[in-house]
C-alpha cells in the first residue's frame, strides 16, 4: 500500500466519517453484493430531477451572498452510504430510488401521529431559495441554493407534547433500492438528531429541491435536512420519519464512533477530529483552502443556542 503524508492527502481522500475501521469489511462485502446484483451493469432509473423546475420560490433573506457551487459539483461529488463508500457512488447508484410515492411517518412525542405524503407535505409551506454553506466533517465545503422551508414549520403542525426535547430524523434504509445497506457500514438505518431549539432554529431547513429544480436523488430526494452551522453529516437525506423524543438520540455516526463524532457536530475550527485539523477547508472548485469558521460562519445567528455550554467537551 503506497503510504503518504498527511500533507500529500488531499481531503477527498481521507478516509469518510467511521468507515476507516470496517473499510475492508465493506469492500469485501460491497464488491460481492455488486457482483451478485449486476450492480453496474443495469440500466440506471432514468427519471432524473434535472430540469423539473420548481415554481414560485421566494428568495430567502437567510441566503449568503458567496456565489453557489457549479451544479455538476454539488451533484456528482458526495456522500451518500446506502448507495456506495466514493465520492461518485451517490451519482452513479441513487438513479434507482423510487421518490414517489413517498410518505412520511411523524411520530412520537406528539399528541397526533401522522403519516404524510411528501406532495401534501409540500403544501405546508411556501417554498423559498435558501443558499448555504455546506462543511463537511472532511475538510470541503461548497456553496449549495437548496430549495425548501424551515423545519420549524413541520414542528408547529406536529403538535409537539411538553416531553419533546429532540427531534430524530430516520433515513430510507431499503436494500431493495439502496444495495450498501446490506453492508455493515453503519447501524442501519441512518438517524440523525437535533435539540428541539436547534430543529426549531429558522436556518433549519428541510430541502425538497436544488437550483430551482427537483432535489436530485443522490442528494437525499425527496426531502433531506439541512443544518448550515454544522458537519454535513447531522443532515440526513431522503428521510422516512420524523420522532420527536424526550432522550437525546442515539445516532448512526454516534454508535458507530463516538471518540470521532459527538451529537452536536457543530463546525468548530478549534476541535480537531482525532484524525485530522479541522482549521481550514477546501471550497470545492477552488484551489487554495481557507480558514474554517466557527459555526461555518452562522455564529451571529446559533451561537445563542449553546450558551454556557463547553463545546469542546459537546463535539
Ligand atoms: N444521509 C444519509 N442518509 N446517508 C449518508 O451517508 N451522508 C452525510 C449527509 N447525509 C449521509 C447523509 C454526509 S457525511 C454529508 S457531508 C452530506 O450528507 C452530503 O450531502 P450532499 O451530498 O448533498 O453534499
Known sequence: M?????????????????????????????????GALGFGSLPAFAESAHGQKLDGLRKSALSTDEKPTAYESITSYGNFYEFGPNKDSPLKNA???RTRPWTIQIDGEVKRPQTVAIDDLLKWAPL?????RLRCVEGWSM????VGFSLAEVIRRAEITGNAKYVEFHSLADP?????????????????????????HPLTLLAVGLYGEVLPKQNGAPVRLVVPWKYGFKSAKSIVRIRFVAQQPKTAWVKSNPEEYGFYSNVNPEVDHPRWSQAQE?????????KTQPFNGYAEQVARLYTGMDLRRNY
Do not use: C
Not at 456553496?143 to 437548496?146: F, I, S
Open 2 to 34: 503506497l503510504i503518504r503524508r498527511p500533507s500529500d492527502i488531499l481531503p477527498s481522500e481521507i478516509t469518510p466519517p467511521a468507515l476507516y475501521a470496517q473499510r475492508r469489511e465493506f469492500i469485501k462485502s460491497g464488491a460481492a453484493l455488486a
Open 95 to 97: 438513479q434507482r430510488l
Open 128 to 132: 423559498e431559495e435558501r443558499i448555504y
Open 143 to 146: 456553496v449549495v441554493p437548496w
Open 176 to 200: 431493495e433500492q439502496m444495495p450498501y445497506v446490506r453492508t455493515p457500514v453503519l447501524d442501519w438505518p441512518y438517524v440523525e438528531g437535533l435539540r428541539l431549539d436547534e430543529a426549531m
Open 282 to 290: 477546501r471550497r470545492i472548485g477552488d484551489f487554495l483552502k481557507r
